[in-house]
């Protein structure tokens, strides 16, 4: 199994340290260049929320001031940029060079899901022990295709939003190093730059944990 790197509200952020990691040229560090996609697909459950509002998403992914676009763009130096989203055309396709927002999408029966699923039970369905929900991943990007013609081969990245669970406690997030997901409960502007980070390969300064 792949390590995994928590967000955790008193680690040092990745951030201070990045800035070396992006000198030099494009050819020198190809993960940190071109033109990144990046899907994120929002879920909530019956009694919870998704986290963050869809314009708020996009906001903190390429609008604000502090934004993963922003931030990358600056460490990189203008070497690595993460696409702008489009909105699907008519027939539910998405230009595959773009990136885009799906969802939110409520896990409830009356939503059209096959099941109600609630903050007690969200573990004993897509739990795999801990803070981590993974097995929730093919769930949200089945009804993405499915509702907004989602293709997980058109993006890079692919980040999750949803609600937490029982047993996620202080982790706000988490990601795979050198890995095409990750997964936010708590949608603040420096756990998305910093969960991306470990996607493009970088580590915790001081702790690995997992």
């Not at 869809?54 to 992914?61: G, L, M, S, T, Y």
């Not at 096959?114 to 573990?123: F, G, S």
């Not at 980040?159 to 990601?175: D, E, N, R």
């Amino acid at each position: 199994m792949k390590k995994r790197y928590l967000t955790i509200f008193s680690a040092v952020l990745l951030m201070m340290g990045l800035a070396p990691l992006f000198a030099g040229s494009q050819g020198q560090y190809p993960a940190y260049s071109g033109n990144k996609r990046i899907a994120i697909i929002m879920l909530a459950w019956q009694d919870k929320a998704c986290p963050d509002t869809r314009q708020n998403v996009v906001n903190k992914i390429w609008n604000n001031s502090q934004s993963l676009r922003k931030y990358y763009l600056d460490m990189s130096r203008n070497m690595m940029d993460f696409a702008l989203p489009a909105d699907a055309a008519p027939d539910g396709t998405v230009p595959v060079t773009t990136s885009s927002v799906y969802g939110p999408y409520t896990l409830t029966i009356a939503e059209g899901f096959d099941k109600d699923i609630t903050y007690a039970n969200v573990e004993s369905y897509y739990g795999t022990g801990g803070p981590y929900l993974e097995n929730v991943f093919p769930v949200a990007r089945d009804l993405a295709a499915a509702r907004d013609g989602f293709k997980a081969s058109n993006y890079d990245y692919i980040m999750y939003v949803t609600p937490k669970g029982p047993s996620t406690g202080s982790v706000g997030g988490y990601a795979g190093v050198d890995d095409t997901y990750s997964h936010l409960y708590v949608m603040r502007q420096n756990y998305i730059n910093h969960e991306l980070g470990h996607n493009l390969g970088l580590g915790h300064s001081n702790t690995v944990v997992g």
